[in-house]
């Protein structure tokens, strides 16, 4: 039996780190990948503040030390002074990624005209992809609705974790098996 995929899910936000609001991200992105995924998988889950000292530490321990062969953030996209979750991203990366970012923003402007406002990025650190996601809640769907298809095939790549999805939710594409 192979081991369940470790998949990171990190949440940056002031407010729910802090206990202001109930973290609504966390549980959004568990929850579409519990429809998406048919393969076994595990989240490994944290909460951090819009850090960025704290959101690489975060970064660096999920993908070195917690085995994590896919992270996905949410929040901190954005303009304001403390949004820093692509600088940090950035910064643990050894390979960018700006096809991701450039299809999640296309996607969510159909849904909202600020989407232009997000900076998320998706990069890959060693065998790890990280994906950011807006603090939106209802941003996360969106956007892995629109990346996911190619998550699998960039995972086999880099030497991640092999998932399989179900074609009703997200029709994961393969040019060639392994
Ligand atoms: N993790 C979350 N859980 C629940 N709701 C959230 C979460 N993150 C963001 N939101 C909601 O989305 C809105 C916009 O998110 P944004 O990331 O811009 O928050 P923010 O104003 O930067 O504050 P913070 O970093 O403290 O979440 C917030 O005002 C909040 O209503
Ligand atoms: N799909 C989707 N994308 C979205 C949004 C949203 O509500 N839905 N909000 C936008 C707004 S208003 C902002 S400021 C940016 C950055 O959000 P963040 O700082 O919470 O990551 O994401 C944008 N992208």
């Known amino acids: 039996m192979t ?3 470790r998949i990171g899910l990190v949440t940056v936000s002031d407010r729910a780190s ?3 609001y109930q973290d ?4 959004a992105m568990a929850e579409w ?3 998406a995924l048919v ?3 595990q989240a490994v889950s944290r909460v951090i503040s819009d850090d960025r000292e704290i959101i690489e530490t975060t970064l660096r321990d999920l993908a070195d030390t917690e085995s994590c062969g896919l992270i996905l953030t949410t929040g901190g996209t954005g303009p304001a002074p403390r949004d820093v979750t692509p600088e940090a991203t950035e ?3 050894d390979k960018m990624m700006p096809g991701y970012g450039e299809l999640m923003r296309t996607a969510s402007l159909k849904v909202v005209p600020t989407a232009i406002l997000s900076r998320q990025t998706a990069g890959i650190r060693g065998r790890t992809l990280i994906i950011n996601l807006p603090g939106k809640p209802s941003a996360i769907a969106d956007c892995l609705d ?4 190619a998550t699998p095939y960039c995972l086999d790549l880099i030497g991640g974790p092999w998932l399989d999805t179900d074609p009703a939710v997200c029709a994961a594409f393969r040019p060639k098996k392994k």
């Open 24 to 27: 609504l991200g966390g549980p």
């Open 33 to 35: 990948l519990s429809r």
């Open 18 to 20: 802090a206990g202001v």
């Open 91 to 93: 910064a643990v990366c």
């Open 39 to 41: 393969t076994p998988w």
């Open 3 to 5: 081991e369940p995929a």
């Open 146 to 149: 629109a990346v996911f298809p």
